[in-house]
């Protein structure tokens, strides 16, 4: 999923992705200009966090 999307579905802000993502929390890939969030790694975060 895109950018937006993912800190709709998490609930997070845009910035907190984004330093999710330097920390390899969370998986994204590049298609063409695109940078694609990974579903699974979005729920998998909220899982570790949801045991914690």
């Known amino acids: 999923m895109r950018i937006p999307d993912a800190c709709r579905f998490t609930g997070i802000s845009r910035s907190t992705l984004y330093l999710l993502i ?4 969370i998986e994204v ?7 694609l969030v990974l579903t699974e790694s979005l729920r998998k ?3 570790r966090h949801r045991n914690n």
Not at 22 to 25: I, L, S, T, V
Not at 29 to 35: C, E, F, R, S, Y
């Open 22 to 25: 330097a920390r390899g929390e």
């Open 29 to 35: 890939i590049k298609l063409g200009a695109a940078t």
């Open 45 to 47: 975060l909220i899982e």
